[in-house]
Every structure is written in structure tokens, then in C-alpha cells.
């Protein structure tokens, strides 16, 4: 996501764009994106600063750390970045985008805060039923 400094009117600019999560390499074992991510990022500047207001949302597909189903969760973020305007022509905000979503991310990907997980000895899922060996 480039934009030219000289581009940027005094009242902002905004910028809003569908991205490949694929392409941007947002995608991990346990997140996947089902659709194209959007994107909207807004320029302000004033004197040798520019402020960047960026809000992202998307679909996911995610994992279970504990019981391993698949579960669907809407991905919504915003976050600032500022930059210096000092002998730039052209801003280039991609890398650090990339960087904020990624570290958006929650340590663990949970389909519930209450998961069971599964039977260390069976594998059953216990979200959906017992076994033997949970109670033991």
C-alpha cells in the first residue's frame, strides 16, 4: 500500500483496498483467511508527520488448540502508525500493516474459553461427549 506524500490533501486521504491474505503471507497453520481482506487506511499529514489510521477486516477459519475443530471468526483490527515525511516522496505502509496483523493475533486460537479439549489417552472430543478416561 503506496501512497505519494504529494498526493495527500490537506483535508486526509483514505486509501481502501481488498488484499490477498495469501500474497501479504497473513496466513498461519491455525488462521486462515476465507475471503479477501479489507483494508482502509487513512493519511493525514501535518508538517514533517504522517498519521496513518488503519482498520482491517476479514473472515478466518481458525483451529482449536485444544479439541482441534475448525471454527469461522470475523477478524476486525484497527490501529495508528506515524511516519516521518522528511525527504519521502513515497510512503509505504505494506510491511508495517502486515506487522500489526500478525501481532494481532492471540497467542492461542480457542473455539470457546470453556474447551475440553481431548482425551489425552482416546482422543474424544470432550466438548461433545465424555469418556472413560476424562473422569479418571
Known amino acids: 500500500m503506496k ?3 504529494s ?3 490537506e483535508e486526509g486521504l483514505t486509501v481502501t483496498l481488498a488484499v490477498d491474505p495469501k500474497q501479504m503471507d497473513l496466513e498461519t497453520p491455525e488462521l486462515k ?3 479477501p481482506v479489507g483494508v482502509t ?3 493525514q499529514k501535518h508538517q514533517d508527520t504522517v498519521w496513518v489510521d488503519v482498520g482491517v477486516a476479514g473472515e ?10 475448525q471454527y469461522s471468526k470475523p477478524y476486525d483490527s484497527r490501529f495508528q502508525l506515524d511516519y516521518s515525511a522528511k ?5 509505504d505502509i505494506t510491511d508495517d500493516v502486515r506487522q500489526e496483523i500478525l501481532l494481532s493475533y492471540p497467542a492461542r486460537f480457542l473455539c ?6 481431548l482425551c489425552p489417552q482416546c482422543g474424544t472430543n470432550l466438548n461433545e ?5 476424562a473422569s479418571s
Do not use: M, N
Open 33 to 35: 483467511f476465507t475471503a
Open 129 to 133: 461427549r465424555s469418556c472413560t478416561h
Open 7 to 9: 498526493e495527500i490533501p
Open 87 to 91: 525527504e519521502r516522496e513515497v510512503l
Open 60 to 69: 478466518t477459519e481458525l483451529t482449536c488448540v485444544r479439541c482441534l475443530e
Open 41 to 43: 487506511a487513512a493519511f
Open 112 to 117: 470457546r474459553e470453556d474447551c475440553r479439549g
Open 3 to 5: 501512497v505519494k506524500l
